[in-house]
């Protein structure tokens, strides 16, 4: 059989091929134009914020410190201020337990001094300390989305 002989539709093979070859081609470019455009815009929004309204100054006396179970990180009150420091261990993210030296994750033994320095363990780093501040009303906020340097206190 010959490439030049016509099927019942008057069109060679060859020219059928060459036609369905040249269209999956446009419709491949195509395709690409269209997720080159769309991907500086990514289809996923940003997670609600996460600040946590705690009350007033008052309510925590000087030398406690405050789980905050819905936040994932401990309050504390020293001399100095307020200062917050995440529950989230920093090696898979298990939460982490408050001992008399500081904190221990119960999951693979990583081992926290009071201000949240690595002292043991397989945690790559310090445990964070997040932003307390004061809202308009007088009342403590602390916003897990924002660390602050560790020793940054909030003084009242």
Known sequence: MSDEKKDGNGISRRDFLTKGALGAFFMAMGGAVVGGVALP??????????????????????????????????LFRDDGGFFAITAVCTHL????????????????????????????GPAPRALPWLKVSLTPDGKLMVDADEEVTQGTKLVV
């Open 41 to 74: 815009k990514p289809p996923v929004s940003p997670g609600p914020t996460r600040r946590y309204k705690l009350g007033a100054p008052e309510e925590f006396s000087v030398g406690t410190g405050t789980k905050i179970d819905n936040g994932n990180f401990f």
């Open 93 to 120: 993210g298990c939460i982490v337990a408050k001992v008399d030296d500081g904190f221990a994750c119960p999951c693979h033994g990583s081992k926290f001094s009071t201000e949240g320095k690595v002292v043991g």
